[in-house]
């Protein structure tokens, strides 16, 4: 396996903008957070972000670097890297506090006045959190794809409110996560396509 010397921000960009693992993770994101929604299962839902993040792991090693080379992470590197961790962090608190405050409050809220917020505003709260959590993420992964799913995210939350179904919330995340898991997968096998293996073992 071949590595490069030397990190930047060129190859961040090349690798989040050609392989789609991050879209593909973000969408089984989605989709987890569509169960969750739909079944009220925020604790059973939990575990498998972090089966996303192990699995994303193991594909790098066993896919991504035999064909790209492994990025040796040097010098600004540890900035960069603790900077992609606190995104997903962040990203993952903020979606599971909105989540569970959302049905927390639309569920079992003494106060009419949270329970009406929450069933009439909380899809268009939830669109904001999660736009500006995709946008966070296409800045700090250097992936130009996250700034066309944040106004698509806003605008299918936005769009929801006018819809009255009871699982439309769930409904709307199984939407956003088919799709933006369906162009990861497409990335991902062109990516494998394009890009044979370094050490001339041929595609796995």
Known sequence: MS????????????????????????????????????????????????VILITITIINQKIVYPRIGYVEHKGMNQRVRKTMTLTLILGVVMLFAATIAYLNIASGSKSEMMRSIALNYGGLILGVVIALVAALVGKTFESPRFYIYAPVIFATFCAMQFINYDYIIAVSCFVLGIVIFTIGLVFFIKFIKNYPRLDGDGDE
Do not use: E, H, Q
């Open 3 to 50: 590595k490069i010397s030397d990190f930047t921000a060129k190859d961040i960009k090349f690798r989040n903008s050609t392989v789609g693992l991050l879209d593909m993770c973000v969408g089984f994101a989605f989709l987890l957070a569509g169960i969750s929604f739909l079944f009220n299962a925020v604790a059973v839902t939990a575990p498998f972000y972090l």
